[in-house]
């Protein structure tokens, strides 16, 4: 079983830069691709970002793409998203995630998510 725990959200001002870090416990995520996904309230759950299993591919959404950059540390077993130039229509709850794919992770590849946290853009 793998318990994965997001933190590094908070209430940042438009233009600002925040990083999330997903840290995984129980065991190795490594051979797992990992996700980024946010839920805005009212929304349904979106996708956001990817990394492939060796950190070599990258997929992020339209919406993200030049502001928002995912990587991942296997030593560490953690995954981070770099979000940068941060927009109000950013502010969301976002969800870590763990997913067997070779591709970008959809939410039916998922097999555990984190408990998600939140990220407000004021404007």
């Known amino acids: 079983q793998v318990q994965l725990v997001e933190s590094g959200g908070g209430l940042v001002q438009a233009g600002d830069s925040l990083r999330l870090s997903c840290a995984a416990s129980?065991?190795?995520?490594?051979?797992?691709?990992m996700g980024w996904f946010r839920q805005a309230p009212g929304k349904e759950r979106d996708f956001v970002a990817s990394?492939?299993?060796?950190?070599?591919?990258?997929y992020s959404a339209d919406s993200v793409k030049g502001r928002f950059s995912i990587s991942r540390d296997n030593a560490k077993n953690t995954v981070y998203l770099q979000m940068s130039s941060l927009k109000p229509e950013d502010t969301a709850v976002y969800y870590c995630?763990?997913?067997?794919?070779?591709?970008?992770?959809?939410?039916?590849?998922?097999?555990?998510w984190g408990k998600g946290t939140l990220v407000t853009v004021s404007s």
């Open positions: 995630a763990a997913g067997r794919t070779s591709r970008q992770i959809q939410m039916y590849d998922v097999v555990y």
């Open positions: 129980g065991r190795s995520v490594s051979s797992y691709a």
């Open positions: 990394i492939s299993t060796g950190g070599v591919t990258t």
